[in-house]
């Protein structure tokens, strides 16, 4: 009401009408209207920690791609972890917090975590470490949400983009026989489904290894069959390999 004077028991920043509280605990505020008319209120305010959360994508590289070659496709495996008594939620490309009610909650009295829908997995209580297994067809924000068990439901939240790229096909070709004291020319064939520029190449094998480019003349081998490996890098840090035996 205009005119109203406010005092304020606690809190941090009075602003006539407003308050605000950075720690738990039971405070008052007295009104006086210009009548001169008084009431005051008591109430409480809980607060707690936000749950920990740490999210991880396994067996994606540096730029946070996740490679693959064609037919073997296993999925994008998240690790999250989070405070103990905190459930679990991870999600693709769904970057809001899920609603606490009854269609993404277990159970309405006593939610257990959210429930399983669309491209979303089911929040798991666990003290530690909860793995997801999720198959993305293109590139996506993985999401992942812990929340608090207690009554305030705090809710956490991180994420991390991960690019999915196909591998590229290698192969050997080249010397498949040399006579001692000749070297042994080799080359590496490379393609890539997603026509991504090649970028490094590195040479396994005795007398090789360390070698690197497209086309190697190999010295120094000595008698016997061999394997000779070769490992390229692609300008999305995707890899393909190729053996054979020479």
């Known amino acids: 009401v205009d005119g109203s ?6 809190g941090s920043v009075e602003t006539g009408s407003r308050n605000e509280y950075t720690q738990p605990g039971t405070y008052e505020v007295s009104v006086v209207n210009d009548k001169g008319c008084k009431s005051n209120m008591i109430f409480t305010i809980e607060m707690e920690l936000l749950p920990s959360l740490s999210i991880g994508v396994k067996g994606v ?8 070659v064609e037919g073997n ?3 994008l495996v998240v ?9 679990c939620y991870v999600s693709l490309n769904e970057p809001d917090v899920p609603p606490l009610d009854d ?6 009295d006593k939610p257990e975590g959210w429930r399983l829908k ?13 793995t997801f297994e999720v198959n993305p067809e293109k590139d996506s924000w993985v999401y ?22 196909k591998s590229p096909i290698v192969s050997i070709i080249g010397d498949k026989v040399a006579c001692s004291g000749n070297p042994l020319n080799l080359e590496a064939t490379y393609s890539s489904p997603e026509n991504a520029k090649d970028s490094t190449y590195a040479w396994i094998g005795e007398a090789i290894s360390g070698m690197s480019g497209k086309q190697i003349s190999a010295e120094g081998m000595s008698a016997g069959t061999k394997t000779v490996s070769v490992v390229v890098t692609d300008e999305n840090q995707c890899q393909g ?3 054979a035996e020479v």
């Open 5 to 10: 004077q406010f005092s304020w028991r606690g």
């Open 241 to 243: 390999q190729a053996s």
């Open 144 to 165: 992942a949400y812990a929340m608090s068990s207690s009554d305030l439901h705090c809710v956490n939240k991180n994420h991390k983009w991960v690019e999915v790229h």
């Open 118 to 130: 669309n491209n979303r997995l089911e929040g798991i209580k666990k003290n530690g470490e909860v």
């Open 73 to 75: 496709y296993n999925g």
């Open 61 to 68: 590289n540096a730029k946070n791609n996740y490679c693959y």
């Open 79 to 87: 690790d999250v972890a989070t405070s103990e008594n905190a459930y």
């Open 103 to 108: 269609e993404h909650m277990k159970e309405e």
